[in-house]
């Protein structure tokens, strides 16, 4: 059986949570492995020298997972790219990782750019929902939650009220000084990025 046949697809992420991902791996303060062979090393080491949990991660056989360590194979195909990029990279650099969102969480906070739809509820609003591009901070405890939120495996349909909420505090009603009872959420997320 091929590598081709063994693999797995890679699972879909939502928008939210890809942004998430994104800004953690602009922190990085040296490049993750880049050939083929350096990623599986280096995941095999994350793995306690283990091939076969390597393997097991990427949907692939540990036959193959040798191959690329010997360097008889260098060019996955795609789908074995795609996880070794996802694998390497989300365990690359876990103390940058984590000194950034332990900050945002308690002091810093984040920025969010976001283009979606945007629909209100408030008494007396006379504002009919539409497309926004918004760039606003995130406060801390907000920042919080969704980094709980995503570190405990929630879904992008789960974030999405989270992250209206924290747009809705610094944006819409500015920390609590207009727009008292203003609740936004948005649908539609046509574009996001966060930054810590």
Avoid: N
Avoid at 166 to 193: C, H, N, P, Q
């Amino acid at each position: 059986m091929s590598d081709h046949d063994e693999q797995q697809p890679a699972p879909r992420r939502g928008k939210v949570l890809e942004a998430l991902i994104r800004a953690e791996r602009k922190l990085f303060t040296r490049p993750a492995p880049k050939s083929a062979k350096a990623r599986m090393k280096f995941l095999r080491t994350r793995e306690g020298g283990s091939t076969a949990a390597v393997a097991e991660r990427l949907g692939t056989s540990r036959r193959t997972v040798e191959r690329y360590l010997a360097g008889k194979l260098t060019k996955p195909q795609k789908r074995l790219q795609a996880a070794l990029v996802e694998a390497t990279e989300s365990e690359w650099q876990p103390q940058v990782r984590a000194q950034a969102r332990a900050a945002a969480a308690t002091s810093r906070g984040m920025m969010v750019d976001v283009t979606a739809f945007f629909g209100f509820t408030c008494t007396g609003s006379s504002d009919d929902g539409r497309e926004r591009q918004i760039t606003t901070d995130i406060s801390p405890t907000y920042v919080k939650q969704i980094l709980q939120l995503q570190e405990a495996g929630a879904t992008e349909e789960e974030l999405h009220p989270i992250v209206a909420e924290a747009i809705t505090e610094s944006y819409f009603t500015e920390w609590g000084t207009r727009a008292d009872g203003l609740r936004a959420d948005f649908t539609s997320v046509s574009s996001i990025s966060f930054r810590f």
